[in-house]
């Protein structure tokens, strides 16, 4: 005969309360850092179409018409964008610019720490294309959102 013990889970096969609460908030989490609104802008002066954006920052296209181009990358969303736009891991984006520095003696765009430096730079440098996770403000050329 069985007892009631032998129909009850393993214990560690059991959720404890509360665990899928935590796993649903922590896969949320992580989704929204991938889900958030990416826009590519710059400065006033500059025509680019978005298809030329990751050329511009793998060091590949430098003007746009008459504009040289001087790209930044942007800390708070560079993980996102070289996911999305760049389609590289940030390794691999460094190795470009690596093998760029010693081929052509390019450097790699400087880098800003937020998106309000990213939107001062764009708006005050003459061919500065960036990208900022915040709705572009007056002043810039948003050139995609990704």
Same mark, same amino acid.
């Given at each position: 005969?069985?007892?009631?013990?032998d129909?009850?889970?393993?214990p560690?096969?059991v959720?404890r =309360?509360?665990?899928?609460?935590?796993?649903a /908030? *922590?896969v949320g989490?992580s989704?929204?850092a991938?889900?958030?609104?990416?826009?590519? %802008?710059?400065n006033?002066n @500059?025509?680019?179409?978005?298809s $030329?954006v990751?050329?511009? !920052? #793998?060091g590949?296209?430098? !003007?746009a018409?008459?504009?040289?181009l001087?790209?930044? $990358?942007?800390?708070?969303?560079?993980?996102?964008f070289?996911?999305? /736009?760049?389609?590289?891991?940030?390794?691999?984006? #460094?190795? *470009?610019?690596? +093998?760029?520095? !010693?081929?052509?003696?390019?450097?790699?765009? =400087? /880098? +800003?720490a937020?998106?309000?430096?990213? #939107?001062?730079? /764009?708006?005050q440098?003459p061919?500065?294309?960036?990208? @900022?996770? #915040?709705?572009?403000? @007056?002043?810039?050329? @948003? %050139?995609? +959102? !990704?």
């Amino acid at each position: 005969m069985q007892s009631a013990s032998d129909h009850a889970p393993h214990p560690r096969l059991v959720p404890r =309360p509360g665990a899928w609460l935590l796993a649903a /908030v *922590l896969v949320g989490a992580s989704g929204e850092a991938t889900t958030a609104d990416l826009y590519v %802008v710059c400065n006033a002066n @500059v025509t680019l179409q978005s298809s $030329d954006v990751r050329d511009v !920052f #793998i060091g590949e296209k430098s !003007f746009a018409g008459s504009a040289r181009l001087t790209p930044a $990358d942007n800390l708070a969303a560079q993980t996102v964008f070289l996911q999305r /736009v760049v389609k590289v891991s940030a390794d691999r984006y #460094i190795s *470009l610019w690596t +093998k760029k520095s !010693f081929r052509d003696g390019a450097n790699p765009p =400087p /880098v +800003k720490a937020s998106d309000a430096e990213t #939107i001062a730079y /764009v708006r005050q440098t003459p061919g500065a294309c960036s990208y @900022v996770q #915040i709705a572009p403000p @007056v002043g810039v050329t @948003v %050139v995609g +959102k !990704f």
